[in-house]
């Protein structure tokens, strides 16, 4: 039985094979009567052009021979040059009066132009009141705060303590525990005081900026980072891991309301430059959302990558640049649309931001590569790149503009960079994790809030 089922088999096969053939002769021979077809309407064609072409000449030859020995003929032909003889000779004149007048034109705009030029020069302050940051762009402190010490606050996440630089010397000259993880230090927006995000504890840690000591503490359900509104009227707590942004009185602490990010890892903030709007990166989400601060609620989202982390505004308030660390560069993203329009790579581990003195320039910290990236506004190229070594993180300025603070979270230490030519000026060991320092007091004539983000 089982040759049998085995010789049917057999011939099923052949039989299938044959007829494989058969379709693959016919098909040759389709293909064959397809391509002389196809050769043969060709060879059509370029007979009825050469027949085309043969009549326009015959055609041609009979006018040029009726026009050269016909009356008729010759006055069209008369007629026709002298049209184009006088035609020719009323055109050069405009032309050679057209060049003399665009060559005096010319003369007054170059002299219009050197004027504008002029003015513009002249109108440069005002340029610069267009700038978000143009009462950062100093090196001198608001008059309420000129006779307090400049210190460097570091928190030291893992150790629950804070650690006192002072940068004139780059020596520690206090130390003192807070409660549980420490994440950021926040200037207040009047910059009367500085508050500890304690996010395991749910309070913060108030520091009195005249002693560099802890005064007070206040209450908020785990404050991983904190903000303040452009008009100072609210506070922003960031709670992380209940994915929400919190509205509060920035005087009474009364709750305003609180708005939902439906992805996880929401971390980092900036405002727009009228302060109606805010962007926020959610961190393990690859997504950055764009937050109605009147109407208290998510207005609209990108997805941008990998880990975006911090944010920061161009000087001209159009963009926003957003580091992200799984991407390993910073994204552009254009806040009307919601929509990306440039990259910039810059090293492994992209993490913080920080715009320079004069505004020209964003630092990007490279987290995973220990250095720094220098971003020119400009062009949106990296110009420099700088090298901390280490874990560098979370970024502040001296200032004077000219000192680089820069946190290292993963080998316990605080890198100085100088910004005129990127060399490492001191490296000072301070506690496990520290994160987001804070330079105090700086120029600006508020504070936004995260570790000191002034305008």
Known sequence: MRELEREREKEYWAERERLREDTHVEGDEKTSRKAFRKEKSKEGRQRQWRRLIFVLLVTLIAAYLFLEHTSYGNGLVSQVTDLTRQGEEEQAAPEESGYAEEQATGE???????????????????????????????????????????????????E????????????????????????????????????????ESSTFTVIDPETGRPSDTVSAPFPYNFYYTPDGETALVVVERLQMLEFRDAETWELQGSVY????????????????????????????????????ELADYVEVGALPIDIKLSPDGKFFYIADQGSMGVHVIEPEEMKEIDFIPTGEGAHGLQV????????????????????????????????????????????????????GRYDGAVYVLDTRNGELLSTIYTGVQPHGIAYFPNPGRFSLGHNGVYR
């Not at 520690?172 to 910059?191: A, F, G």
């Not at 890892?265 to 989400?285: P, R």
């Open 160 to 199: 629950n303590s804070i650690t006192v630089i002072d940068p004139a010397t780059f020596q520690i000259v206090d130390s003192y525990q807070v409660e549980q993880l420490p994440y950021h230090v926040t200037p207040s927006w009047d910059m009367s005081k500085l508050l500890v995000n304690n996010e």
């Open 261 to 296: 990010i439906p992805w996880p890892g929401v971390d980092h903030l900036d405002f727009s430059k009228d302060g109606d709007y805010f962007l926020a990166s959610s961190e393990w989400s690859g997504v950055v959302s764009k937050v109605d601060v009147e109407k208290m």
């Open 356 to 407: 320079s003195r004069d505004t020209k320039s964003l630092y990007v910290s490279n987290r995973l590569e220990g250095t720094v990236s220098v971003i020119d506004f400009k062009t949106r190229k990296v110009t420099d790149k700088w090298v901390t070594g280490g874990t560098p993180d979370m970024f502040q300025l001296s200032p004077d503009g000219h000192q680089l603070w820069v946190s």
């Open 108 to 158: 007054e705009d170059e002299a219009q132009g050197e004027g504008a030029e002029d003015d513009a020069a002249g109108e440069q302050p005002a340029e610069e009141e267009e700038n978000v940051y143009a009462a950062t762009m100093t090196s001198e402190v608001k008059d309420s705060l000129a006779g307090l010490p400049e210190r460097v606050y570091v928190p030291n996440v893992m």
